[in-house]
T-cell receptor, first 114, second 116 residues
Framework: DQQVKQNSPSLSVQEGRISILNCDYT??????FLWYKKYPAEGPTFLIS?????DKNEDGRFTVFLNKSAKHLSLHIVPSQPGDSAVYFC?????????????FGTGTRLTIIP | DADVTQTPRNRITKTGKRIMLECSQT?????MYWYRQDPGLGLRLIYY???????NKGEISDGYSVSRQAQAKFSLSLESAIPNQTALYFC???????????????FGEGSRLTVL
């Protein structure tokens, strides 16, 4: 049972345009959501997060939006740059008595076309 | 030098062999994790440890075991490797998340294991 889903395995976007990566979840108890970026032959690196009590968090070119009623979050990258080409994972955090764990989505491969 | 180091980076082995993947960290974190990545399945949690005396199963622990030798070291073992354990394995660490913080994970560079 996949609690965190990324339904688009891949996405191609022109350089300079906006990239929108989507993520859906099923557990309404998740309290934080995170995005990770992964380049080939490297481990994932943290990109941006959002608390479940907020609906938007912005960091430079990256903005994450959370729609709790729809159990949906999205990552917007604008403007997109060639270095943004990577696999992006969304993840959700569930804190139960301090036993926080992250549940990851399946990933979306973003390709920025120069 | 990487904060989270995994060895070996690549390994090819045969069905039935015992394999150990090692992870060491210099971040001083108490929490350590082992994930595997498979195409189309994302990152799935195998085992995690919140301190030296704490070991917990993740969502796919069958066929795996772990050892937390010290705060900085967390190893993953496949007692009798099978082909469907062919995957990319990641070790990660985290600190106790501060109030209001997401509690991010810091990953190693991965260990690619192929079981023939």
């Amino acid at each position: 049972d996949q609690q965190v889903k990324q339904n688009s395995p891949s996405l191609s976007v022109q350089e300079g345009r906006i990239s929108i990566l989507n993520c859906d979840y099923t557990n309404s108890m998740f309290d934080y959501f995170l995005w990770y970026k992964k380049y080939p032959a490297e481990g994932p690196t943290f990109l941006i997060s959002i608390s479940s009590i907020k609906d938007k968090n912005e960091d430079g070119r990256f903005t994450v939006f959370l729609n709790k009623s729809a159990k949906h979050l999205s990552l917007h990258i604008v403007p997109s740059q060639p270095g943004d080409s990577a696999v992006y994972f969304c993840a959700a955090s569930l804190r139960l008595s301090g036993n926080e764990k992250l549940t990851f989505g399946t990933g979306t491969r973003l390709t920025i076309i120069p | 030098d990487a904060d989270v180091t995994q060895t070996p980076r690549n390994r090819i082995t045969k069905t039935g062999k015992r394999i150990m993947l090692e992870c060491s960290q210099t971040k001083g974190h108490d929490r350590m994790y082992w994930y595997r990545q498979d195409p189309g399945l994302g990152l799935r949690l195998i085992y995690y440890s919140f301190d030296v005396k704490d070991i917990n199963k993740g969502e796919i622990s069958d066929g795996y075991s772990v050892s937390r030798q010290a705060q900085a070291k967390f190893s993953l073992s496949l007692e009798s490797a099978i082909p469907n354990q062919t995957a990319l394995y990641f070790c990660a660490t985290s600190d106790l998340p501060a109030s209001g913080a997401a509690g991010e994970l810091f990953f190693g560079e991965g260990s690619r294991l192929t079981v023939l």
